[in-house]
């Protein structure tokens, strides 16, 4: 679509995906449009707002990071999209909604000559209208009702039914009466029932498949990726930038400071610290040297190091997990969605009534002509026009209702799910918690000596200097001009003032106990200890309370250790089970499974992706990793815990307006079919019963608007 | 009565006629970026002021 573009007329070249989460104006559009291709090896961008990404055409041996450096200059974070996800178009969408135009045009242009028979047109007119209908509604049948067809046909060749079964057989089977009676000069053809299903029942898998490309797009913008690839040291000592699936054992590559890791290896050079909470939950960082492993995927915090790669691509710890994930996903694509349940009674229920109805009036001596015109009445009345529209247009709604409040819902499946879930499992860190330590005292510090610390944090990338930044910038305080400042790895910062000297680096154990500390100390003042904690979640305590009242109970499943656990598991009175590996996660979720329950399972870090792909449902906050982003069913946004309970909330209203919908939707064929029977539906009254139901079903799943509240 | 042998192809090509711009605007990606032409009107478009 970009390639069609006028300004990307620089076919020839390769093009790239970036997600830009936050373009959010029109300037945006045009720094990045106009600002790029004024760097070298850049020869064009164009911005997709809506799916806020940006396709960037350049040259062969520019690389990625050299963009991704042209975008940040212009003041904006990016992420590569892997072909994955930039492969998948909205195809699915498109062509849905292209036999939903079809189906569209048809239907009105045959209501037109439909209206004239019903007004009382006779004899000849009435034939060449009929004859005019069946030339428009021929083709488009065939078109539009492929989905249905292809569905249908599916489902019988596996010896099962599902809705489209009676859909399809309805709509050919009234195709091919009414072709019959056109053929005849009968008085009925039912051309415009069979083309109105169509247009109906499309809107509905329309509305459907959006809601889907809706929220992946929302998704994937957030996608934060590990790293894309890692520069590696060649034999005549150049470096050179090496893609993540190109990297091989044995190669030797150069990780920065604030970078992540794209392989599995072994630290051949230098020390540092390593973030490793992607993996194990774990959030107090750990120190690694010479001859440890590391794991792609964690960050390298303060030092630069070398690494002996041990495993790339496929055999990495990463791609084990990646695995156990897809394994445990299996149990959530065995759910049957509600109106498939529907369906496996529905269909074989229609089929039986239309064929009893048919024998019936052979029986009472209709001949079997007008006994065919009643059983395709029946078939036609009876189809599951409301029905079809019930589930998808009341899970719409409701998506967009949660998507204003920042939670992306992948599918209308995922609603259904977690209205379900009775029981509740919680990771710590990250998702109880924010993920990341906060300064808990900062009035420990005197006003004068703040700006020092400021400075001194200022200058390195360790997440409790970052935190510690944060709260004083957070309180005003501008840093001092400091000499000298320097970094020593796996120890602290220090710098110069005129002549006295000044440290932020770890405390004595004795000092700090068993929690996050860091001590300032300069030439003569006593020695000031600064305490971290990963801070609970805004309204987690409510939230958990929420949840309590909805009759959902809540535990928490942690990597962590449990001196770690402790203090959030007391805060908010809840049982822990600690130092969880993934695999220990994923048992205690069968065993509640076994035991009856349904387990919505809410975490962020990889090492809670099987588990958030095997819970009956499960939820991520946007800031997890891109494994927890894609096991779970539903993101949300923000600092706070409580869309966790917004979403239980809306699902099971969601859940509530379909079963409403189903109810009107079967009551409008109860009363509707008595009458089919009976013979005395025409064209007409189908016509009109079926908008007529499809409409108040809609309205019914427009009230959803407010359910996230 | 000859009317509507004017009338009713002359309806239909009409219809036609919106059904092919409909496909034609989708083929062409004028529903891709539905926020963004919005606020691409927005942009003042005198690009040539590149330094």
Do not use: A, I, S, Y
């Given at each position: 679509m970009n390639a069609s573009s006028p300004r990307a007329s620089t076919a020839a070249l390769p093009e790239t995906l970036f997600a830009v989460p936050a373009m959010r104006c029109a300037a945006c559009i045009s720094k990045l449009e106009n600002g790029l291709p004024h760097t070298p090896g850049i020869a064009a961008a164009r911005v997709n707002f809506t799916a806020k990404r940006i396709a960037i055409s350049h040259?062969?041996?520019?690389k990625i990071p050299d963009i991704q450096r042209a975008i940040a200059a212009l003041g904006f974070e990016s992420q590569p999209l892997g072909d994955e996800l930039a492969g998948i178009a909205d195809d699915s969408s498109r062509e849905l909604l292209k036999a939903m135009a079809v189906a569209g045009f048809a239907m009105m242009n045959i209501m037109l000559l439909s209206v004239s028979v019903w007004s009382g047109a006779s004899g000849g007119t009435r034939d060449l209208f009929h004859w005019l209908s069946a030339l428009i509604a021929l083709p488009t049948v065939a078109y539009s009702g492929r989905p249905f067809f292809r569905s249908a046909w599916s489902a019988l060749r596996n010896r099962r039914t599902n809705m489209d079964v009676p859909i399809s057989i309805g709509v050919v089977l009234t195709t091919a009466l009414s072709l019959f009676e056109t053929f005849i000069g009968g008085a009925h053809a039912y051309f415009d029932g069979a083309v109105m299903l169509l247009f109906f029942l499309l809107t509905g898998r329309w509305l459907d498949s959006v809601m889907r490309d809706r929220a992946r797009d929302g998704v994937s913008a957030l996608l934060k990726h590990k790293a894309a690839g890692a520069l590696v040291l060649s034999e005549d000592a150049r470096s050179e930038w090496v893609l993540a699936d190109a990297l091989k054992p044995g190669m030797i590559m150069l990780v920065a400071a604030g970078e992540r890791l794209a392989a599995d290896g072994i630290i051949t050079k230098g020390r540092s610290h390593f973030d490793l909470s992607l993996l194990t939950g774990e959030s107090a960082p750990a120190t690694m040297m010479v001859g440890d492993p590391v794991h792609a995927g964690t960050l390298n915090i303060d030092a630069p190091v070398e690494i002996r790669i041990t495993a790339a691509g496929a055999s990495t710890v990463l791609a084990d997990i990646a695995r156990l994930m897809e394994d445990a996903g299996q149990s959530k694509s065995r759910y049957v969605r509600i109106a498939d349940r529907a369906a496996r009674y529905y269909a074989p229920a229609v089929h039986m009534l239309a064929l009893l109805s048919f024998a019936g009036w052979m029986l009472a001596g209709a001949g079997w002509h007008q006994s065919l015109l009643i059983a395709v009445a029946v078939l036609i009345i009876t189809c599951p026009c409301a029905l079809g529209l019930a589930v998808p247009a009341a899970q719409i709604v409701a998506a967009g209702a949660l998507m204003k409040k920042g939670i992306l819902v992948k599918d209308g499946s995922a609603l259904e799910r977690l209205a379900e879930v009775d029981r509740a499992l919680f990771d710590k860190t990250g998702t109880l918690t924010i993920g990341r330590p906060e300064l808990v005292n900062a009035d420990a510090l005197s006003a004068a000596d703040k700006p020092f610390v400021l400075a001194l944090a200022r200058a390195s990338r360790h997440p409790l200097s970052q935190a510690i930044r944060r709260a004083l910038e957070a309180e005003g305080t501008v840093a001092a001009d400091t000499e000298n400042i320097r970094e020593i790895v796996g120890h602290g910062i220090e710098a110069q003032h005129y002549a006295e000297r000044m440290q932020l680096q770890r405390p004595d154990p004795a000092d700090a106990g068993a929690s996050l500390a860091v001590q300032f100390s300069r030439a003569d003042a006593p020695v000031v200890i600064l305490k971290f904690e990963d801070a609970l979640r805004a309204d987690a305590e409510a939230t958990l309370r929420a949840l309590k009242a909805l009759g959902i109970d809540s535990s928490i499943a942690s990597g962590d250790r449990a001196e770690a656990v402790q203090p959030v598991a007391r805060a908010l009175a809840l049982t822990a089970q600690t130092a969880m590996r993934p695999q220990d996660k994923l048992d205690a979720i069968s065993r509640l499974a076994a035991a009856g329950h349904k387990v919505l399972m809410i975490g962020d870090g990889l090492n809670d992706g099987p588990a958030l792909a095997a819970g009956h449902a499960s939820l991520a906050p946007a800031s997890a990793s891109d494994a927890g982003q894609n096991a779970a069913d539903a993101v949300f946004m923000g600092d706070s815990l409580a869309p966790v309970a917004t979403a239980v909330r809306a699902a099971r209203a969601t859940q509530r307006i379909v079963k409403q919908n189903f109810v009107l939707a079967i009551g409008y064929n109860a009363i509707a079919v008595p009458l089919a029977i009976m013979g005395l539906v025409t064209p007409l009254i189908a016509a009109l019963a079926m908008s007529s139901s499809s409409i108040i079903v809609v309205a019914n799943a427009l009230r959803l608007k407010g359910a996230a509240r | 009565m000859t009317g509507i042998a004017f009338l009713i192809p002359i309806a239909l090509g009409l219809g036609l006629c919106g059904l092919a711009a409909f496909f034609w605007s989708l083929k062409n990606g004028q529903f891709d970026d539905l926020d963004g032409a919005a606020l691409r009107i927005l942009i003042e478009d005198e690009g040539a002021v590149d330094d």
């Open positions: 040259l062969p041996e520019t | -």
